[in-house]
């Protein structure tokens, strides 16, 4: 079993509907949570960076986690097409930098 | 925000030649950068740490004779793909964290795509 599991998708939503995305891992000494964006052939880019339970909104993106459920989530409102991408959830211990990554979430939005 | 540049974003070499990527982080010291490895649709999977003026912690399953690694200041990480083969072929990301301690996020350079014939 994966430390993190993320459903690979793909997920196909029509313009201006709410993206659900989310991710469920193993190690409860996983402490901060992060989601990237990553485009084609590009690096991914940080979104939502969360360390407590509960809810982070940062313009459109809304970041969740639930560590007694060992559950977090991301929802995006408004989608628009440039929100096409593949979404990676992201997990670390409280001590040094390493990151586990979830396998990533392929979304597609339609126009 | 932060920043980190990678270079190249691509490169093609043949079999056996040795290829050079280096990450830079621009607006930052950065004394830890990671480089990552990612297949065609698959996650990232951390190949190693580097760490400015000392050795570079490698991965299990990573060769580090392979895959050499040197952070000689607080602004630049290399990775040098030794005698490079086919299956090398991959996109390697490097990452750096913006701040120093334990509670910064990491952010990504656009990495470079090497194809090996």
């Known amino acids: 079993q994966k430390e993190v599991e993320q459903d690979p998708g793909p997920l196909s939503v029509p313009e201006g509907a709410i993206v659900s995305l989310n991710c469920t891992y193993s190690n409860s000494a996983f402490q901060y949570f992060m989601w990237y964006r990553q485009y084609s052939r590009k690096g991914p880019e940080l979104l939502m960076y969360t360390y407590s339970s509960g809810n982070k909104e940062d313009g459109r993106f809304t970041a969740q986690v639930d560590k007694s459920s060992k559950y977090i989530s991301l929802f995006i409102r408004d989608s628009q097409p440039s929100d096409s991408a593949t979404y990676l959830c992201a997990m670390k211990e409280a001590a040094g930098n390493k990151l586990t990554f979830g396998g990533g979430t392929r979304v597609l939005v339609k126009p | 925000g932060a920043v980190v540049s990678q270079h190249p974003s691509w490169v093609i070499c043949k079999s056996g030649t040795s290829v050079k990527i280096e990450c830079r982080s621009l607006?930052?010291?950065?004394?830890?950068m990671f480089w990552y490895r990612q297949f065609p649709k698959q996650s990232l999977m951390l190949m190693a740490t580097?760490?400015?003026?000392?050795?570079?912690?490698?991965e299990q399953g990573v060769e580090k004779d392979k895959f050499l690694i040197n952070h000689a200041s607080l602004t630049l990480s290399t990775l040098t793909v030794t005698s490079a083969h086919p299956e090398d072929s991959s996109f390697y990301i490097c990452s750096a964290p913006s701040r120093q301690g334990d509670n910064s996020p990491l952010h990504f350079g656009n990495g470079t795509r090497l194809t090996v014939t």
């Open positions: 580097s760490n400015e003026g000392s050795k570079a912690t490698y």
């Open positions: 607006d930052f010291q950065a004394t830890t």
